[in-house]
């Protein structure tokens, strides 16, 4: 349980039971006042503060080249290994004002996303 005064900010790995309890988690921190760094950008659509995380699109974008090479025929060992290249910072202004946080304007400017 996340307790006000016990911690300065919260920041969310993902795993199974987290993403189950994700809108509960989102709520806790908001209503405790507490900036949390969340895993994904649909954590901070729901209400998170921020995410710095892999985009999804290039996520998507890699495999589909992937999965395109191995139904022309390519054997999946001869593929090379290819990492995300993008990571987008998202952030929630509207939590960012209920939780009493200021975001510099230098952050901001770097944000990929920001929901007002």
Known sequence: MLRTGEVDAFFELSDALVQINDQ???????DIKLPGMFNNQSSVIK??????????YEVGRLSAK??????????PKDLPVEAVR???????????????????????????????
């Open 66 to 75: 992937y999965v395109q090479r191995i139904l022309a025929g390519v054997k």
């Open 47 to 56: 209400g998170g503060l921020a995410s710095y995380s892999a985009s999804r």
């Open 86 to 116: 993008k990571i987008d910072l998202v952030i929630n202004l509207k939590t960012a004002k209920q939780i009493g946080l200021t975001i510099p304007p230098n952050v901001l400017a770097r944000a990929d996303k920001v929901i007002k």
């Open 24 to 30: 509960l988690i989102i709520d806790r921190t908001r």
